[in-house]
């Protein structure tokens, strides 16, 4: 493939995540801003409606780039080396774009009732503060070093199980269910890992909105609970590069010492041809034998 022809793909690809994300983000946010005017008693239909973006987004972009949606994930497969350089950076520009984007929207959407909170004031701190409709976090007296925690252990479940449901030897469940399977977990994952700091497993869904908000809000944004939103994007990252270690070293010892030959993740451990010329090897083996 020629190099144009690459940047094209990419170019393509980065548009893919772009609008995926951008719906994501959409329905999430306009869910928390529901959740923010509205108090109910529950978050419940935060964390469906970002499980609904998820699957919606995987509709979208799914065909075209995968739909990572985040760049933990990008990263991850990365350091499998399941992605170029390049490409993981069309990748990371589109997350990051269509989070911004969606931001902007819900602004507009909620703008005269965020005017109605604020009072026209625009607050990062304090009882009227509207920011936080747009990133995560931190709940009152949790450090940042506990969020970085919950920020790894949350994407490295949510990379373990993209990678098992990912695994081409995997029976267990159709195609057509896995967009609904990683909706499920990431529903549950709000669920249960909400409380510390918004369930931060995804550095665009923080970093794309921080960067709408400092536009509106300032600055500041950078710097509120002392500098958190590092957590934000270095825990995910970490979580993501761990959980994809894990699963591939699972997958390895499971083939070496579990004598489950087809245990193979996809054209991580084997590339693809390798595995055609197996396929050919014990077709030919097995066509000598009933021959002889």
């Not at 940047?7 to 999430?28: N, P, S």
């Not at 069309?90 to 009072?119: P, R």
């Not at 919950?150 to 967009?179: E, H, Q, R, W």
């Not at 909400?194 to 600055?219: E, H, K, M, Q, W």
Request: glycine residues 8%; proline residues 4%; hydrophobic residues 50%.
């Amino acid at each position: 493939m020629s190099r144009a022809t690459k940047l094209k793909q990419y170019a393509a690809q980065c548009l893919a995540e772009l609008f995926g994300t951008f719906v994501l983000m959409l329905i999430g946010n306009l869910a928390v801003a529901q959740f923010k005017f509205t108090k109910p008693d529950s978050a419940l239909g935060v964390n469906i409606s970002y499980g609904a973006g998820v699957y919606m987004a995987l509709m979208i972009a799914g065909p075209i780039s995968g739909a990572h949606l985040n760049p933990a994930v990008t990263l991850g497969l990365l350091s499998l080396r399941k992605m170029e350089v390049v490409q993981s950076l069309f990748y990371i520009v589109g997350q990051i774009m269509g989070a911004f984007l969606a931001s902007a929207v819900v602004f507009i959407v909620y703008y005269s009732q965020i005017n109605i909170y604020d009072g026209g004031i625009r607050q990062i701190e304090g009882p009227n503060a509207t920011v936080d409709i747009f990133y995560t976090v931190p709940a009152p007296g949790i450090p940042n070093w506990n969020c970085l925690v919950d920020a790894m252990v949350g994407t490295t479940l949510l990379l373990i199980f993209i990678m098992a449901v990912g695994n081409d030897y995997n029976n267990l469940i159709s195609n057509a269910a896995k967009p609904f399977s990683f909706a499920l977990l990431v529903t549950a994952l709000g669920l249960a890992m909400s409380f510390n700091c918004g369930n931060p497993i995804n550095p665009a869904r923080d970093f794309g909105p921080r960067l709408f908000t400092a536009c509106v809000y300032g600055g500041h944004v950078f710097r509120v609970n002392n500098y958190y939103f590092w957590t934000a994007i270095v825990g995910p990252i970490i979580g993501a590069i761990t959980g994809v270690w894990i699963y591939e070293g699972y997958l390895i010892l499971m083939k070496r010492y579990a004598n489950l030959s087809g245990i193979i993740h996809i054209d991580a451990v084997e590339q693809l041809d390798q595995r055609e010329n197996e396929k050919s090897y014990q077709i030919d083996k097995q066509v000598s034998s009933e021959s002889s």
